[in-house]
């Protein structure tokens, strides 16, 4: 067997080892990972968060979503203490949250960035060392095989492509094996390929018993990867709870899906309307009866398909943002 | 495991010094005061050797051959003895000199060599004097007629003596320690934009406090700044040993001085690195960085400014108020030790006000740092500062 080969081996033994020591050092407890409550910023005049209380439980991926400048990203400022919250509180395993937390936090900002001059090592030495991680070196080989650039350790950070720094960034941010892992828009800029790769990531720490706070407003991702989600709009709660949950509160208002030929006009039932030319969806109003809305439809379009489902999280999304 | 305040100053301290500016900054000393010391001896031989061998050619016939003139008959024969280098130059006397006073000196180039004049003067002086009536003690004064020392009173009406080349020292050691400072904090400046432009601020302040990732920088950047002045005070004084300057220093407080550069700088430091995070925190692009910052630049560079007065008149009233002033007390006071004794109290009262004033603006600096750090997009403003301290 090559020795690289074994060597990988028994990082792996040591990593899974590791991970075992710390799992059983670090406090067992059925208190939430993360309990906010009651949090309230301002920004001058302007009210950013109102009011905000919500859990996170141990292992799950919750989705935190919202518009632009809904206050996703201050609710994450808040949760690493690097802004202060006007009311509230936050709470990590059931303690009020101290500067010692942050070592066992992985965040990975939306607005990216790297030291462009040094090398990709030095770089990740560096967060490495900040978050008192013992063998820096081991920690960062593991990761950049894990994301396909271990050929790239020596070389300078500007000498990389955008995609590729990204994913050292990713590597930064689980550098230190995190308990929560707070990722803020972690597939914007992505191509399919590394998107796949961010994912798979995503779901192996998932599977050992990683919390990931997603925070997007891809709602198709957040839908295909979220236990929770808390959707936010204007700095106040709109929804949260499990996916099934708010689904169900929504299966009430279920959605049209036709792919047609011809001109789409206003039909009467249909709340909402995803014209995308050949393909839309049609919300439909509480009552509405499909079979009236399909005859409506017969006689402005030619119809080739339709399907009625649950709304997806895109849908609500947009309504509950239109309706706030 | 080192503490994060430290992991950032050694990553600070270490990303600092390899920068090719810093380096520069290093060996420029050596790059300009090696080559000086290697050359002066040359120079100051070419300066001296160069004269000792002069022809003439006097058409007056008062002049005598002595052990540096060598009597030419004709401008002939002494051009070939210069073309020859069998001496250095040579005049010709015309006949009406002695109406006239002119000469004509005759010489080939040379970059370092300049022109005997005073030997030339001393020689026909000590011709014209030779068979007048004049006794030797007023010969010796024509000859020598100024031995000029400057003497300076104090406001006290006491004597103070000082050499010209003194008066270099004080300017020397104020540029040095306005460069050293202002260097410096501009690196801490530099690199807290630099972490706001590039992205990078967030991630650290996901890994420490604001305050340890400030008192980090302050921490990196001044050793690297203290380096510098180490290195420069270092090579200074081996340049110094060198050469003839060594007396010089002999004459002033050295040890007063490097004891005392060394808090000055440490405080001034921090002061104007305090002062500069306070408007870099904010500040979205270097520009408005270094916009901000102008105010503190005038500040550094004012005791320059007024150099003539604080030389002129170490222990006058604007000399002692800019002692006291924080953001000019480091220059101003390493100036006036080398010019005057300035009283214990003066000097402990400035340390005591510098320190004060550092402790201030640090607290002001890590308050708008934790507040402002994250802020993009928006222009410096006076009035926002309360802002940022209010939050």
Redesign the interface.
Known sequence: MPENTNNKRMFTIWQTAAAVIAGVQREKTDEPVLDVAHLTKSF?TKTILDDLSFHIESGEIFGLLGPNGAGKTTII?II?????SDHGSVKMFGKVFD?AF??R?G?L?E??????K?TVFECLK??A????V?KPDDRIDFWLEKVGLIDYKKRRVSDLSKGMQQKI?LA?AFIHDPDILILDEPFSGLDPVNTKIVKDIMLDLKHDGKTIILSTHQMDQAERMCDRILMINHGKKVLYGTLDQIKADYRESPVMVVEYEGDLKPIDGVTGMEDYGRYAELGLEMGTDPQEVLKNLMESVKLRRFEMKSPSLNKIFIEVANVA | MLPKTLVVAKHEFLATVKTKGFILTLILPFIILLPVMFTSGYVMQIATDSPRNIGFVDETGILQPDGIFTRFEDIGDAENALLNGEINSFITIPPDYLKTGRVFLYRTGGFFGSAPTGLIEAFLIDNLLRDSDVDETLSDRIRCPVDMEQITLNEKGEVEEKQAVQFLIPYALAILMVLSIMTTSGYLMQGIVAEKENKTVEILLSSLSPDELLTGKLMGFGSAGLLQICVWICSGMLVVSLTSLAGIFQEIQISLILILAIPYFTLGYLLFAGSMACVAAPASTMKDAQQGAMVFTMLAILPIMLLGVIIAAPDSTVARVLTYVPYTAPATTLMRITLTGIPVYEITASLLILTISVTVVIRLSARIFRNAILMSGKKIRIRDIPVYLKR
């Open positions: 001058g400022r690493l203490d690097i802004l202060k500067e942050k070592e936090i965040y900002p607005e990216r960035g790297l030291y462009q040094i560096y967060f060392n900040l978050k008192s013992k960034q930064s």
